[in-house]
């Protein structure tokens, strides 16, 4: 056991300073929705400067000057109208589509409410947060696009790979026993009506080295993944998606 836990912790220790690895381990980037209105730009991005899986920029920067200029940023509904059918086979054996988007619609709301939060404690010299959008305003519009929650049975399977391999084992080889949230973002100026800045990104259970309690729970690990991204997206917006932004690690020692 001592030796399962020593490799687990070098593991810990590596994934992150690598960062391709990293992004084998973490979520697969879902297809891009017609939400986007650049979603054939999108790229790949590099895991040591961007949280985000995908992205595109516009390279005016007139456009970004032009945006710097803006005091109000308004943060729009999350848009569901993209929101596709379940794909993981064990959440659709075990949630019905009445409770998913139930529990999405939920979801939207709460990732409403953490980004106008993180917004609203941003550093000083902040944009203030309005509810209408104006010609002084910059508009973040967010939608959820996939949604397969999490299956409790694969939770299970998942501790059980760790039990009889090493603990974290099942990192980079249990996607399909995840449960997995895909997110797309439009920054655009309303003044101008030019888009900046786009992402699309995704989120699975992470994996727990010991114990992960989100493991066990149908939702509650993507309401973290909210208040995750909610920060992140804070601080691309902040920054003009200039300076590098880290994305959190795929597994954890951290029971919850």
Same mark, same amino acid.
């Given at each position: 056991?001592?030796?399962?836990?020593?490799?687990?912790?070098?593991?810990?220790?590596?994934?992150?300073s690598?960062?391709?690895?990293?992004?084998?381990?973490?979520?697969?980037?879902?297809?891009?929705?017609?939400?986007?209105?650049?979603?054939?730009?999108?790229?790949?991005?590099?895991?040591?400067?961007?949280?985000?899986?995908?992205?595109?920029?516009?390279?005016?920067?007139?456009?970004?000057?032009?945006?710097?200029?803006?005091?109000?940023?308004?943060?729009?509904?999350?848009?569901?109208?993209?929101l596709?059918?379940?794909?993981?086979?064990?959440?659709?054996? %075990?949630?019905?589509?009445?409770?998913? #988007? &139930?529990?999405?619609r939920?979801?939207? /709301?709460? @990732?409403?409410? *953490?980004?106008?939060?993180?917004?609203?404690?941003?550093?000083?010299?902040?944009?203030?947060?309005?509810?209408?959008?104006?010609?002084?305003?910059?508009?973040l519009?967010?939608?959820?696009?996939?949604?397969?929650?999490?299956s409790?049975?694969?939770?299970?399977?998942?501790?059980?790979?760790?039990?009889?391999?090493?603990?974290?084992? %099942?990192?980079?080889?249990?996607?399909? #026993? &995840?449960?997995?949230?895909?997110?797309? /973002?439009? @920054?655009?100026? *309303?003044?101008?009506g030019?888009?900046?800045?786009?992402f699309?990104d995704?989120?699975?259970n992470?994996?727990?080295i010991?114990?992960?309690?989100?493991?066990?729970?149908?939702?509650?690990?993507?309401?973290?993944?909210?208040?995750?991204?909610?920060?992140?997206?804070?601080?691309?917006?902040?920054?003009?998606?200039?300076?590098?932004?880290?994305?959190?690690?795929?597994?954890?020692?951290?029971l919850?």
């Amino acid at each position: 056991m001592t030796v399962r836990l020593c490799i687990a912790l070098i593991a810990l220790i590596l994934i992150p300073s690598c960062r391709s690895a990293q992004r084998l381990a973490k979520a697969f980037p879902a297809q891009p929705s017609p939400f986007l209105t650049h979603a054939g730009g999108l790229k790949r991005t590099d895991a040591s400067k961007s949280p985000f899986l995908q992205d595109w920029k516009n390279k005016d920067p007139k456009a970004w000057a032009q945006a710097e200029k803006r005091p109000h940023i308004h943060i729009a509904p999350v848009n569901l109208d993209h929101l596709r059918p379940m794909t993981r086979p064990l959440s659709k054996i %075990e949630v019905s589509e009445k409770s998913r #988007l &139930k529990n999405v619609r939920k979801l939207a /709301g709460y @990732l409403h409410s *953490e980004v106008s939060k993180s917004f609203r404690l941003a550093p000083e010299d902040r944009r203030e947060v309005v509810a209408a959008p104006d010609k002084y305003s910059l508009v973040l519009e967010l939608a959820i696009t996939e949604f397969n929650p999490n299956s409790i049975f694969g939770g299970l399977m998942r501790k059980g790979i760790n039990i009889l391999l090493w603990p974290g084992a %099942e990192t980079a080889i249990s996607h399909k #026993l &995840k449960g997995y949230m895909a997110i797309e /973002g439009r @920054l655009r100026d *309303e003044g101008t009506g030019q888009v900046l800045y786009e992402f699309a990104d995704a989120e699975q259970n992470r994996s727990g080295i010991i114990l992960y309690v989100h493991d066990y729970t149908t939702y509650s690990y993507f309401r973290k993944a909210c208040r995750e991204w909610a920060e992140q997206i804070e601080e691309v917006v902040r920054n003009e998606a200039k300076s590098a932004v880290k994305d959190g690690p795929p597994a954890t020692f951290w029971l919850w």
